[in-house]
């Protein structure tokens, strides 16, 4: 894991409006289906949830007007705003249950958190048709009952993927502070004083896109990786603002092509994550935690000693190919290329390496034609993301801190383990689940 740094530049603009570049266009503008962070940057702007995390990690309501907890925990009562889908449309509580139910029956990533609603079982497994743990009391109130206490409840409900939403003739219509102009481009409702009056998403690889900047073609540079002499170039020519951002590099095998799992962890040593990082990743600074500066739960130590178990090659039969999808937008896609085809050369495997878009490696992976994905997440991103891929998928895990990720994966996951405290994994006494 390294943790990144985040660069977002800006030119002033004498007409407030922004030209968005992207190293990859949005692919999809419903909540529930989306799974790549530039579909999820396009859908922030003209979807909201019911809360939204502010800039100290507590949830802050966005569309609820006032809420009360029970003292057992087991009731949340909600009261909504006065606010509009479009402006013959007013917000609703059945709006809420319906965007709610329908995030659970896409499954979205960590849709499971939501176990405890009563009637969950019935519900995810189409024995009834609505969620009895949502209660309609209103128009503008809603209640949602809990068979077991679950603190991290707003929380859940901030993800934009419980955005609430309404269809209509086939096209959504979201609560954000933007609408739809056009496949690439939003417009704000109404004029707020801090927002872009129109902002269109352009996609532009990293290299033009820091010339058009500088020529005043583009106005941010926020969703791309800037390394140090990128900075150089750029630092009297803009406003620029350094975030911490954790960044999370993962390579899984596809366990529906290799299934044994042996052979997927010696294809996965043999990369040398270590060396990896320092080759390819120079400019970014180690961490040995998952989880960023200011969580519950944030932990860092320079150096945490790696224990990589080799497998005895005996009998393995490893294939003699493999094809490997590096996800644009990692940063340093050619010299992981480059990485991935000679380390592999050296093992006598031969490996076709392909930098793609997320969506066609999504794609790919689902309909098993790569055998391997190299892949990233971000803070800003739910950290349950890879819930998307293969359950059986391998995720190595290799600072002692990564464990408490195991909670946000499917509990069928098979985890490739090097650390020694990675071995720990805690299960509740009720239900069995990893927490």
Same mark, same amino acid.
């Given at each position: 894991?390294?943790?990144?740094?985040?660069?977002?530049?800006?030119?002033?603009?004498?007409?407030?409006?922004?030209?968005?570049?992207?190293?990859?266009?949005?692919?999809?503008?419903?909540?529930?289906?989306?799974?790549?962070?530039?579909?999820?940057?396009?859908?922030?702007?003209?979807?909201?949830?019911?809360?939204?995390?502010?800039?100290?990690?507590?949830?802050?309501?966005?569309?609820?007007?006032?809420?009360?907890?029970?003292?057992?925990?087991?009731?949340?009562?909600?009261?909504?705003?006065?606010?509009?889908?479009?402006?013959?449309?007013?917000?609703?509580?059945?709006? =809420?249950?319906?965007?709610?139910?329908?995030?659970?029956?896409?499954?979205?990533?960590?849709?499971?958190?939501?176990?405890?609603?009563?009637?969950?079982?019935?519900?995810?497994?189409?024995?009834?048709?609505?969620?009895?743990?949502?209660?309609?009391?209103?128009?503008?109130?809603?209640?949602?009952?809990?068979?077991?206490?679950?603190?991290?409840?707003?929380?859940?409900?901030?993800?934009?993927?419980?955005?609430?939403?309404?269809?209509?003739?086939?096209?959504?219509?979201?609560?954000?502070?933007?609408?739809?102009?056009?496949?690439?481009?939003?417009?704000?409702?109404?004029? =707020?004083?801090?927002?872009?009056?129109?902002?269109?998403?352009?996609?532009?690889?990293?290299?033009?896109?820091?010339?058009?900047?500088?020529?005043?073609?583009?106005?941010?540079?926020?969703?791309?990786?800037?390394?140090?002499?990128?900075?150089?170039?750029?630092?009297?020519?803009?406003?620029?603002?350094?975030?911490?951002?954790?960044?999370?590099?993962?390579?899984?095998?596809?366990?529906?092509?290799?299934?044994?799992?042996? =052979?997927?962890?010696?294809?996965?040593?043999?990369?040398?994550?270590?060396?990896?990082?320092?080759?390819?990743?120079?400019?970014?600074?180690?961490?040995?935690?998952?989880?960023?500066?200011?969580?519950?739960?944030?932990?860092?130590?320079?150096?945490?000693?790696?224990?990589?178990?080799?497998?005895?090659?005996?009998?393995?039969?490893?294939?003699?190919?493999?094809?490997?999808?590096?996800?644009?937008?990692?940063?340093?896609?050619?010299?992981?290329?480059?990485?991935?085809?000679?380390?592999?050369?050296?093992?006598?495997?031969?490996?076709?390496?392909?930098?793609?878009?997320?969506?066609?490696?999504?794609?790919?992976?689902?309909?098993?034609?790569?055998?391997?994905?190299?892949?990233?997440?971000?803070?800003?991103?739910?950290?349950?993301?890879?819930?998307?891929?293969?359950?059986?998928?391998?995720?190595?895990?290799?600072?002692?801190?990564?464990?408490?990720?195991?909670?946000?994966?499917?509990?069928?996951?098979?985890?490739?383990?090097?650390?020694?405290?990675?071995?720990?994994?805690?299960?509740?006494?009720?239900?069995?689940?990893?927490?």
């Amino acid at each position: 894991m390294k943790n990144s740094f985040l660069i977002i530049l800006f030119f002033f603009c004498s007409a407030f409006t922004i030209k968005h570049p992207v190293p990859s266009l949005p692919s999809e503008l419903n909540p529930t289906k989306a799974n790549d962070v530039f579909s999820l940057n396009l859908i922030a702007q003209i979807h909201a949830s019911l809360f939204t995390i502010g800039i100290d990690h507590v949830p802050m309501p966005i569309l609820v007007n006032d809420f009360s907890v029970s003292k057992d925990q087991l009731s949340y009562h909600f009261k909504l705003k006065t606010i509009f889908f479009n402006p013959k449309r007013q917000l609703n509580a059945v709006d =809420v249950k319906q965007s709610i139910q329908r995030a659970i029956s896409n499954k979205i990533p960590g849709y499971e958190k939501l176990i405890f609603i009563e009637g969950y079982d019935n519900f995810i497994n189409k024995k009834e048709m609505e969620l009895k743990g949502i209660r309609v009391d209103s128009k503008l109130n809603f209640s949602i009952l809990l068979i077991k206490p679950l603190p991290t409840l707003i929380h859940i409900l901030s993800d934009i993927r419980f955005a609430i939403f309404i269809e209509e003739k086939n096209q959504i219509f979201g609560l954000g502070d933007y609408f739809l102009k056009g496949k690439y481009a939003v417009e704000l409702k109404k004029k =707020v004083p801090y927002l872009a009056e129109k902002v269109t998403f352009i996609k532009v690889e990293k290299k033009k896109a820091i010339e058009g900047f500088l020529k005043g073609v583009y106005d941010d540079l926020f969703m791309y990786q800037l390394s140090k002499e990128e900075n150089k170039v750029l630092k009297n020519k803009a406003h620029i603002q350094a975030i911490p951002s954790p960044r999370t590099y993962l390579f899984s095998i596809n366990s529906a092509l290799i299934s044994n799992k042996q =052979v997927r962890s010696s294809l996965q040593i043999s990369l040398n994550p270590t060396l990896l990082l320092e080759s390819c990743f120079i400019q970014e600074k180690p961490t040995s935690s998952i989880i960023p500066p200011g969580f519950i739960g944030f932990f860092d130590k320079k150096k945490i000693p790696y224990n990589y178990e080799i497998h005895k090659e005996g009998d393995l039969k490893k294939p003699k190919a493999i094809s490997i999808n590096i996800l644009k937008g990692v940063g340093s896609e050619n010299c992981i290329k480059e990485y991935l085809i000679k380390v592999y050369k050296a093992n006598n495997i031969k490996a076709k390496v392909e930098i793609v878009e997320t969506n066609i490696a999504i794609k790919n992976w689902m309909a098993k034609k790569i055998h391997g994905m190299f892949y990233y997440l971000e803070a800003e991103m739910n950290l349950d993301f890879m819930q998307f891929f293969n359950p059986k998928s391998e995720l190595c895990l290799s600072s002692q801190t990564d464990k408490v990720i195991l909670k946000l994966l499917n509990p069928k996951s098979e985890l490739c383990l090097r650390s020694q405290t990675d071995k720990v994994i805690l299960k509740s006494k009720k239900d069995n689940r990893i927490i």
